[in-house]
């Protein structure tokens, strides 16, 4: 799924023709509140930016996203009017994996899309963690101490794939409460804490995989 936002019809509807025929699975939304919406329903592979938007502009939806656990990984492109170094520089330095400036051609658009594409997937995450009796399917967001299921919050999930993405190294605590709760608090440390108690708790007899180094932060299991 690629999620189109642009506030005009005409592009919007073009883009997703284009997507369309060439495959892909695409959706237009005319501004970030209808993106915010769609991210209920779907997270997509990819989203195209327009950057002037009603409303909240490009930038403003792209920081939000970086600042979303389960967004921040979705390539984004922006989609620019003009020739406009500024805007690449702050795009890019913002998060963003590519520029398009309009009026682009169809063949250079899917282009770029599928070159961003391509890009991400080398990157993609595992989809299964194993570390003694733990498993971890990140699609499913589904966790086992053996055989028994672990029921995890959001917060509880994302903290625990942190730490197997990082495995055999230590995260500190303002690390962790960067990936996980973005922008959210700021220097709440304390929170990272009671989460990987509690964390600890449910996961029984693997909640001793995660280990506190002391004046540092946690760490989950040893580099094998
Ligand atoms: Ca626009």
Redesign the pocket.
Known sequence: MIYCV???KNIRELLVYTLSGSGFEAKGLSNGKELKKALKEEIPELILL????PGEDGYAVLEYLKGRPDTRDVPVIMVT?KEEEDDKVRGLEGGADDFITKPFGMMEFLARIKAVLRRSKKQEQPKEYHCRGLTVDVKSRKVWDEDRSVDLTLKEFELLRYLLENRGTVLSREKILEKIWGYEIYGETRTVDVHIRTLRQKLGKSGSLIETVRGVGYRIGEEE
Do not use: V
């Open positions: 642009e506030d005009e327009d950057i002037m938007l009017a």
